[in-house]
């Protein structure tokens, strides 16, 4: 089982990095964001009366989750305002499986072998590098990123422990991602230019929602049989598909210091990979 998780974490990551790079790439970060959050949430409504309701221990999960998944939506609206999408992307997405080893240690207990920690480490360092070059973003759009990073974490923490309480993968998601039915309402309170329902370039946006949606349900599904820091870090390779997607459609520059990162990202997937064999 720990294979095929490992595989459909992996595909969740090609997932993850097709969504974000059409969130960058829109000329309307704010509105595809609103009509994306739109339809999860209204896809998550629909399958809710379908699935179980989530134990009473989880539903403290579900709420602080909410609340982080508003919050990393917010920071990464503005990371994409700030530097280009393989400079802020790497940063946040880099730091997050150190943090999230490191809070399911303290939190829930886990702690991962040798080879699991050197994996970890060779993905994070290979996507921080990947950051670290001419490209780099400044220090206003560094710190954002950073803040972005530990949001991903403490939501990352916060469902692993709530799928271990919901003992159901699809009900947690479920009610977690119905409440992005108030992203749009939590832009237009913070007076952003956006529609509360906008036709313009919504199948699009719902499509980048349902790759969003799906994504993560692969993520949390695979914590039930597999450390989630290892589970972070092999999302986290989402990464190597930012660095593709940004060369091919948003116009970015391919360096050494890119092919260099994808190298180690990817001897740090082989280390997790042996691992857990």
Same mark, same amino acid.
Request: contains cysteine.
């Given at each position: ?10 595909l969740s990551a090609i997932l ?23 339809s999860m949430g209204a896809l ?49 997405? %880099? ?42 973003? %400044? ?73 969003s949606l799906a994504a993560y ?61």
């Open positions: 089982m720990h294979g095929y998780a490992i595989t459909l974490v992996l993850h990095a097709t969504w974000n790079a059409q969130l960058k790439g829109h000329s309307d970060r704010s509105q595809f964001m609103a009509n994306m959050s739109l998550a409504l629909i399958c809710v009366p379908f699935v179980p309701l989530p134990s009473s221990s989880a539903w403290g999960c579900i709420l602080l989750s909410a609340v982080l998944h508003v919050a990393y939506n917010l920071l990464l609206l503005q990371n994409y305002r700030l530097s280009d999408f393989s400079s802020a992307y790497p940063i946040a997405r %880099g730091i997050s499986p150190p943090l999230v080893t490191f809070g399911a240690f303290l939190l829930m207990r886990q702690w991962p072998n040798t080879f699991a920690i050197l994996g970890v480490t060779m993905i994070s360092a290979g996507i921080v590098f990947l950051a670290t070059g001419k490209t780099k973003a %400044g220090t206003h759009a560094t710190l954002s990123a950073l803040a972005t990073g530990a949001i991903i974490a403490a939501y990352t923490v916060t469902d692993g422990m709530g799928i271990q309480r919901s003992r159901n993968t699809f009900s947690y998601t479920a009610w977690v991602f119905a409440s992005y039915l108030l992203m749009p309402v939590v832009l237009l309170l913070l007076r952003t230019p956006v529609r509360l329902v906008s036709a313009r370039g919504l199948p699009r946006a719902a499509g980048a929602g349902v790759f349900t692969l993520v949390l599904w695979a914590t039930r049989y597999v450390d989630i820091g290892i589970v972070s870090a092999l999302r986290e390779t989402s990464v190597l598909w930012a660095i593709l997607l940004g060369c091919l459609f948003l116009g970015e520059s391919f360096s050494w210091r890119r092919a260099a990162s994808a190298s180690i990202i990817c001897l740090g997937i082989a280390l997790l990979v042996f691992k857990a064999k």
